[in-house]
């Protein structure tokens, strides 16, 4: 392939369709305008659900192929010979006109232990919410509820002829192509939210390391700066430090003019003070104009060298597709070269400069940022709910306010003083319910607030109140869960214990084996003692071996009391 070929625009059946010019395997890929961001909370999962539907009919072929869904996009794509592209595309088509409903069932269940093993990022909830861009951070709630009515009605809104674009990656289109999909419109963006009230912010979290991430404007010199931040990094904590084993950056294009960079370094837990300095310094340094010539120039032709590679088109050809569907037609190739080759120290320094007011770091438990310029993201809401208050039956000080307009959980700061998360009914993205009529409600801004009617003595009356406030479409039914009785007492201990079996309780049977190992314990002490005392008695031989003997006794009947003892207080 020529490394100078551009992507070529066309259309297959209405559809707008990219081709890229190759050798060898051909490739193709179907990208709709619809992912995560574009559900709710209540019903994530759904474009996921549709796009394991979608492919269930290709079974175990021969050739790859697979789906991805993404914030903004979900991928259907394959690789192999002109015959297999054709039905893989036929195929995906067909099953979105109609999804295989007896897979239901089985392809929730695959969607659950798959949500087992995925790990969450949590910067997306602290900046857009749950809703939107910040879903991505939550689990699959919505899979569990999802009937077959829901999941076609989600296929035939979002999956569509107007709301797709082909991609083909070979020496010409395949003949005989046709991809059926129902009739729709192009859906805009996913709207942009925010749960920051002014940046830059950050949060505590209990994982090591040091992530940030930062909204800019998506051209060039975005990339070249997030390249650039890269290596200064890994220089700073890795090669001169020794703090951090990983660093690394990462850039994504949300396709509507914006991008996000991502940076992360690793800690151990006696390294986390040096790497979030060192983290907070590199950025202090970029941000003071201080670019380093060898990493400018090492990014730029790295980019260069990216652009002109024998598949670099074919590469290309994903991203360009979502680039169309966000309206933005696909950028030339020469162009893209030219804007990379005239980034210099001053566009990596005012990039550097946006990034830091936008930015959101994520910090080690018990760390903050506060002395670099960050402000902590809020934890709590400026204000609680009037109406009927529900205090804590656990002597917590901890109390539920339920009103007419949502919920509030108060409790009380370090200094007395009282604070509150609050969720408004019209801002409930999602409510949990388990069949002990526990309430778990979710506000779109992140604030939770459990309503548990035992421990704050709810009265059934305000529970359904409270339900019947609530739109259904938020409502997740949860399965049992384990849970102890609520019994009435002292409030549970501030600090958690060591390990969780440090605050088990004796049981009754317990504390009756203590008692009676512990009086025969005394009464033997008690003989021995006085046998020791009247040695003068016993001749020095028969003293000597009668007072091993009751002294041995005791400690025999005295060892269960201290392991009774021990066992209840440590695991």
Not at 514 to 539: C, M, N, P
Request: net charge negative.
């Amino acid at each position: 392939m020529n490394p100078q070929a551009d992507i070529l625009l066309t259309d297959v059946d209405g559809i707008p369709t990219l081709f890229a010019h190759t050798t060898g395997p051909m490739r193709a890929g179907l990208v709709f305008r619809v992912g995560v961001a574009d559900e709710t909370l209540a019903r994530t999962g759904v474009t996921h659900l549709v796009e394991h539907l979608a492919l269930h009919r290709q079974g175990l072929a021969a050739h790859d192929y697979n789906g991805t869904t993404k914030d903004a996009f979900t991928h259907f794509y394959t690789e192999g010979d002109e015959a297999q592209i054709l039905a893989y595309l036929h195929g995906v088509c067909a099953s979105l006109a109609d999804l295989p409903m007896e897979r239901l069932a089985t392809e929730k269940e695959i969607l659950r232990t798959e949500e087992s093993r995925r790990d969450r990022p949590q910067l997306p909830l602290w900046r857009y919410g749950a809703q939107g861009y910040g879903l991505s951070s939550y689990p699959e709630w919505g899979v569990p509820v999802l009937g077959p009515d829901d999941v076609r009605h989600w296929a035939q809104t979002w999956f569509t002829q107007g709301n797709a674009v082909l991609w083909v990656a070979g020496e010409r289109i395949p003949a005989g192509l046709s991809l059926k999909l129902p009739p729709g419109e192009r859906r805009p963006l996913p709207a942009v939210t925010s749960a920051l009230p002014s940046t830059p912010a950050y949060f505590s979290d209990g994982k090591g390391g040091v992530l940030l991430d930062a909204v800019v404007a998506d051209t060039a010199a975005a990339r070249v700066y997030a390249g650039v931040l890269e290596r200064a990094l890994t220089r700073a904590l890795r090669q001169e430090g020794g703090y951090s084993y990983a660093t690394a950056t990462d850039y994504a294009s949300r396709r509507d003019g914006h991008a996000v960079i991502a940076a992360f370094a690793d800690a151990l837990p006696d390294r986390q003070d040096a790497v979030l300095g060192g983290f907070v310094d590199v950025l202090a340094a970029l941000q003071a104009g201080r670019v380093d010539g060898g990493d400018l120039e090492a990014v730029r032709g790295r980019a260069d060298s990216a652009l002109t590679a024998p598949d670099a088109a074919v590469r290309r050809l994903a991203g360009a597709a979502e680039d169309l569907l966000a309206g933005r037609p696909p950028v030339p190739l020469e162009q893209q070269r030219a804007e990379f080759r005239a980034v210099t120290d001053q566009h990596v320094h005012a990039v550097a400069l946006e990034a830091a007011g936008t930015a959101l770091l994520q910090v080690p438990a018990g760390h903050s940022a506060d002395w670099a310029g960050y402000t902590a993201a809020p934890t709590t809401s400026p204000y609680a709910v009037t109406g009927r208050r529900f205090t804590a039956r656990d002597d917590s000080g901890c109390a539920l306010v339920i009103g007419a307009d949502g919920v509030s959980f108060v409790g009380r700061k370090a200094d007395g003083t009282e604070s509150a998360a609050t969720v408004l009914h019209r801002a409930c993205a999602a409510v949990l319910t388990w069949p002990d009529g526990g309430r778990r409600l979710i506000g779109t801004d992140g604030m939770t607030v459990d309503v548990d009617p035992e421990r704050y003595g709810i009265d059934a009356r305000t529970m359904a109140t409270l339900d019947a406030a609530l739109p259904p479409a938020v409502v997740v039914p949860q399965p049992p869960r384990e849970r102890r009785p609520f019994t009435p007492g002292p409030p549970p201990h501030t600090h958690a214990p060591a390990h969780p079996a440090a605050t088990r309780r004796r049981t009754t049977g317990q504390t009756v084996a203590l008692v009676l190992w512990g009086v025969l314990a005394v009464l033997l002490a008690f003989v021995a003692l006085s046998v020791t005392v009247a040695r003068s008695e016993f001749g020095p031989g028969e003293w000597v071996v009668l007072m091993v003997i009751l002294w041995g006794i005791t400690a025999l009947c005295a060892w269960p009391a201290i392991g009774i003892l021990r066992g209840t207080r440590r695991a």
